[in-house]
């Protein structure tokens, strides 16, 4: 495309714009007009301008959506950011879904369904693509407002988005035909928290070959989920506690009522696998110890990006990070900041996750440690199958030597000092390369 593209906003302020997904309140406004900071979390400002298209000005210019006239041919995104807060399916329900709720220009929608106008809609601090999310999807955009779904272009945090289309398509008998799907693109946002701060840019780790760690692994918790558990009972049952670093708390923080041991018993954790040998004295153990507190850091903000690296002692004094991604049973492959901190400290990782999320890394450029442990587990379906690997893949790494550990260390350099180099190139690119190749393709 020789001219820029537009990227719509209803209101633009002196600093940027104001996200379209809601309108603005006074917390907007101050942040667009005078650059005021909140420390609420129940703000956001406006990002996918700065993360995606404002570095990258000589192909997008912001521009007001006001300015678009009715029989404008020059090719324009309207983009919506979902958060968290709201569910998933709110967004995309009957007349009162996310343009209605977002008071979307309606001018431009005649030129998104039969020109040039897209509209992105980013999800991808999320991995919503299940047949529920991508029915509702469906039917707002393609039943409701007509819109050809090819103009509606998805970002989401599942890595694996396009085989699980393509499985949706086949089930739902959506023909292979553009007016008829969804262009979906897999965009892992959290490792743009690390590629593009300047903190973690200009403060590479030093990683001592010759240094033996304190500690065999490092596994940061905040949430109880199934796998998170059952992780640290394996933990428990090795007899590796003492030698890790494991932060894990006594109740639900979210839910205080639900405790550790009624979680424990409400799944089933000990009966439903029993080929994990895990015993109520063993539940006891771990209970006994809990809450496991590491720096005591409360903020979710910071938990989850630390990119003023105030943890790298952890890393730095632990050999291997056992990273729990956020899903373990589910068909879609996550690759959160949980996965991207052990690169950012250069330290060596498992993935505790979904099938393929490994793989998904490795598709990014990134490298793994199958020459140092079994990385079959990433290809195990069956979860009770998949842990038993990883456990037998921890014990295994329990029993190493000091002369083990340093040969370890010494050989695995070259790795993660190739995934610190690979975690410095923007995932923005990729996406951004993408919604390019998409648009230009079906340019009216």
């Known amino acids: ?44 400002a406006d990002d996918l301008w700065n993360r995606l298209f404002g570095p990258r000005k000589h192909v997008f210019e912001m521009y007001a ?19 968290w807060r709201t569910d998933f399916s709110n967004y995309f329900c009957g007349n009162t879904g996310i343009l209605e709720f977002a008071h979307m220009p ?24 299940d047949d529920g999310h991508l029915d509702s999807m469906h039917g707002y955009f393609g039943g409701i407002h007509k819109i050809p779904l090819h103009k509606i272009i998805y970002l989401t945090g599942t890595m694996n988005s396009e085989e699980l289309y393509e499985k949706y398509c086949q089930k739902r008998g959506i023909p292979n035909d553009p007016k008829h799907r969804l262009k979906i693109i897999s965009y892992p946002s959290s490792h743009q928290i690390f590629a593009s701060n300047p903190n973690v840019i200009n403060d590479e780790p030093f990683y001592d070959p010759e240094f033996i760690p304190e500690k065999l692994f490092l596994s940061w918790n905040r949430r109880f989920r199934r796998h998170r558990i059952i992780l640290a009972l394996l933990l428990e049952r090795h007899n590796v506690i003492d030698r890790s670093y494991i932060s ?114 490795k598709k ?12 079959d587990y990433d290809e195990i379906d069956c979860p ?34 190739h995934n610190w180099k690979q975690l410095l190139k923007p995932s923005s690119e990729v996406c951004i390369n993408e919604v390019l190749e998409h648009m230009e393709k079906h340019k009216v």
């Open 1 to 44: 495309m020789n001219e820029r593209i537009k990227v719509a906003y209803s209101w633009i302020g002196p600093r940027g714009p104001i996200w379209n997904t809601e309108l603005p309140n006074v917390l907007s406004f101050a942040n667009v007009s005078e650059g005021s900071q909140t420390s609420s979390h129940k703000f956001w």
């Open 65 to 83: 959506s006001i300015a678009i006239e009715i029989d404008d041919n020059r090719p324009f995104i309207v983009p919506f950011s979902l958060t």
């Open 106 to 129: 309606w001018h431009l929608m005649p030129l998104i369904r039969s020109n040039n106008g897209y509209i992105l809609i980013d999800h991808s601090v999320e991995a919503f693509t």
């Open 248 to 361: 894990f708390n006594d109740i639900d923080l979210e839910r205080p009522t639900n405790s550790f041991e009624s979680i424990v018993n409400l799944q089933n954790i000990t009966t439903s696998n029993p080929q994990l040998l895990l015993t109520n004295e063993i539940v006891q153990r771990f209970k006994n110890r809990l809450p496991l507190v590491l720096d005591g850091e409360t903020d979710v903000n910071k938990m989850c990006e630390d990119v003023q690296r105030e943890t790298k002692d952890y890393y730095k004094n632990s050999l291997i990070s056992l990273v729990t991604e956020t899903n373990w049973d589910l068909s879609e492959v996550t690759l959160t900041e949980k996965s991207f901190k052990p690169i950012k400290e250069k330290q060596p990782f498992m993935i505790i996750g979904v099938p393929g999320a490994l793989k998904a890394l």
């Open 364 to 375: 990014m450029g990134f490298k793994t440690f199958s020459d140092f442990w079994p990385e």
């Open 384 to 417: 009770l199958v998949r842990m038993q690997r990883i456990s037998f893949v921890i014990e295994n790494i329990s029993k190493w030597t000091n002369e083990e550990i340093l040969e370890f260390r010494r050989n695995v350099k070259p790795i993660i000092d």
